[in-house]
């Protein structure tokens, strides 16, 4: 089954919708005509979603979102809440109200106004600390470490215990995500290695790179949930699917990189130095959802490279260095503004 065109004027809600793959798939969703209701808090801005007709803007916080939020939905996409390690890390609290109390909610209140199908945004992570000897699938004994992996595994068996009344859920395990957005990430593998490799022209990999991690880029993401949102439901409700292109190597990663900037800045020096911190290292298999769909992520962490190259006009160190790019210190710089502004009644 591909991704092709919807019903006109079906109504989709997208939480998270001005994020990084909340975009993409918004603008996906009205190529293919249907109506997007999105509820962000913009703290990156709206990404253009302002320009987009049929596109209504609605500024919520997930845990604050009101059941009229839902009116005349058809399906919900949640994509909101934090989505890494270092924001959850930094505030494990506000990630567990975020990622795994509202998606429960969320769920509670399209039973109560009717929405058919609820798509939700998990992460591949939940698999980390497994063996590496295995592709893993789905159905893996899974120990999820840290509150980021917790808060998703967690979330998940929430929104399937919901599922049993009549809402059509659908877990997407998303696997580490790269390419581009028009909100913009550099704090994603992918993007980040493409980042140091153009202001840095070095690659510095956590021993040596062996580590496995399954990458997929942000068009594919944002397609597999309009894939998940189309199938019968059947073949996906009450279902967990990974969502992967394939699985490689870090030092290959690299090595791929580097071919693709050396028209830009010329060669890149790759060198190994000793691991810090929580390492990612597993491998999973996506044959459950393109035996379920017919469908696969196709795009290869070469496309994502090269979709985030095309839109470059120059390299500009300093912009690519600014934090509204990296979550966690944007998140960081807007609490520190926020309580400022506490004393303030006005800046200008």
């Not at 919708?17 to 509820?39: C, K, N, T, W, Y």
């Not at 253009?48 to 845990?63: A, M």
């Amino acid at each position: 089954m591909g991704a092709g065109g919807g019903a006109v004027n079906r109504l989709v809600c997208v939480t998270g919708g001005a994020g990084f793959i909340g975009v993409e798939l918004v603008e996906q969703l009205v190529r293919r005509g249907d109506r997007v209701r999105v509820l962000d808090r913009f703290f990156w801005g709206t990404a253009g979603l302002d320009r987009l007709d049929g596109v209504e803007l609605i500024s919520r916080d997930v845990r604050e979102m009101r059941d009229s939020d839902l009116d005349g939905v058809d399906t919900v996409c949640h994509l909101a809440g934090l989505s890494n390690d270092p924001t959850a890390d930094l505030d494990p609290h506000a990630n567990w109200q975020m990622n795994t109390i509202a998606s429960e909610e969320l769920a509670h209140a399209c039973v109560r106004m009717g929405v058919r199908r609820l798509t939700f945004g998990s992460s591949g992570s939940i698999y980390d600390g497994l063996s590496t000897e295995d592709v893993l699938d789905e159905d893996a004994p899974v120990e999820p470490i840290g509150p980021y992996a917790q808060s998703k595994f967690e979330a998940e068996r929430k929104l399937l215990d919901v599922a049993s009344n009549g809402l059509e859920v659908v877990i997407l395990r998303q696997g580490t995500v790269g390419g581009y957005s028009r909100r913009m990430r550099y704090d994603l593998v992918v993007n980040t290695l493409l980042k140091d490799a153009l202001v840095k022209k070095q690659l510095f990999l956590h021993d040596g790179g062996h580590m496995w991690r399954p990458l997929v880029d942000v068009k594919d993401v944002a397609t597999a949930h309009v894939v998940a949102m189309e199938a019968p439901a059947a073949k996906v409700t009450g279902k967990v699917f990974n969502v992967l292109q394939a699985n490689y190597q870090v030092r290959e990663l690299a090595q791929t990189i580097a071919r693709a900037v050396r028209p830009v800045v010329g060669d890149i020096e790759i060198l190994s130095v000793p691991a810090t911190g929580r390492k990612r290292d597993y491998r999973c298999s996506n044959a459950r959802l393109t035996e379920a769909t017919g469908w696969a992520p196709d795009r290869t962490p070469r496309d994502s490279v090269d979709s985030v190259l095309a839109r470059m006009k120059n390299i500009d160190g300093q912009e690519l260095l600014h934090p509204r790019y990296y979550n966690l210190s944007w998140m960081k710089l807007l609490s520190e503004v926020h309580e400022s502004l506490k004393s303030y009644s006005r800046v200008f």
